[in-house]
């Protein structure tokens, strides 16, 4: 206990502790621009009346595995709708994202296969990555000469290369395009993460690989997660047959969890009905992310390209970043705040999310916000 109490310690002093934030019944009166509900659909009334009627169907939780009496028919139909939607031969549905990342990267790796990860992939990448038994090699951040200097010199027979579509910190696109080419010309797997690219990129908001022309491609496997654009809970792989059947047969991730409440089942199935049925709630949502990041640079700040709904103030000092925080949540806004380990040292910032039903008025609060934080960080306005 007193290795725990110094290490708490430690991180008290570098600004690098944190705590729960229950959320009150009706919010807490914060604009939300910390949450990943883009396209704002968590609280939909069809969405939530979805998930409603089939607790009552079929009761709060999936009950066993999806191997044993954890599948359900919303199950299916959510795998053949999402398959539908991104173009995907196949889909199979976990509990998680989180999962999702765990199942592929482990099914698709072992001792025989090199894996070749971004160095900013997200966590659920990293911890697959470290779970696949691969040798691993880290490649700097969308470096897709380094991909091909890893891939020409492995000694491994096979190769799998990860990365996410939409990066979770800084917004910014993997150059899909490229690193297929790579892996098309080495003979390796190429994984893609639609976290943050799901309903937000490409037509109908189908995703990075479907805007980049690899969807039908049988060497491209994708996660992606019902958590975010989706408003609900869950996480799938979409790629060929084989790839789908592996995980339900070698899957531990799949195998060993129970499956997903068919609320969540039925409410990521709703939404996707809504988002393909309503093309102009991923153009919204883009154009406030461009908003709001005209705002922070035209207050001084330094922040990122949004290609999607996500964008990044750098901060830097853990402790600026924090009182940064502090100012937007005076003003009205709810603001991540991302911090080492999350974060590379020296990179804290305030990670910001747009939705499409963020209104005019909220962007214009945020704006102000911005002025406020550089006002205090003694940073110049750019008007």
Known sequence: MQRLRDAY??????????????????????????????????????VVSAAAAAALTWGAGATGSRLVTGTTVLHADLEAALARFAGAPDALVFSSGYLANLGAVTVLGGPDVLVVSDAVNHASIVDACRLSRSRVSITPHRDVGA??????????????????????????????????????????????????????????????????????????VRTVTLSKSLGSQGGAVLGASEVIQELIDRGRPFIFDTGLAPASAAAALTALRILASTPELVATVRARASELAWAARSAGLTVTRPDGAVLSVTIGDPHAALHAQAICAEFGLKVGCFRPPSVPEGRACLRLTARADLSDAEVALAARAFTMVARSLRIPSRH
């Open 9 to 46: 310690s430690v991180r008290t002093v570098s600004g690098l502790t944190r705590r729960l934030r229950p959320r009150p019944v009706g919010g807490d009166g914060l604009v939300d621009l910390a949450g990943n509900d883009y396209l704002g659909l968590s609280r939909d009334e069809r």
């Open 147 to 220: 991909v091909e200097r890893a891939l020409a010199g492995r000694a491994e027979e096979h190769a799998v290369v990860v990365t996410d579509a939409l990066f979770s910190v800084d917004g910014d696109l993997a150059p899909l395009p490229d690193l297929h080419a790579v892996c098309r010309n080495y003979g390796a797997l190429l994984v893609v993460d639609e976290a943050h690219a799901l309903g937000v990129v490409g037509d109908r908001g189908r995703g990075a690989v479907y805007a980049a022309g690899l969807a039908a491609e049988p060497d491209v």
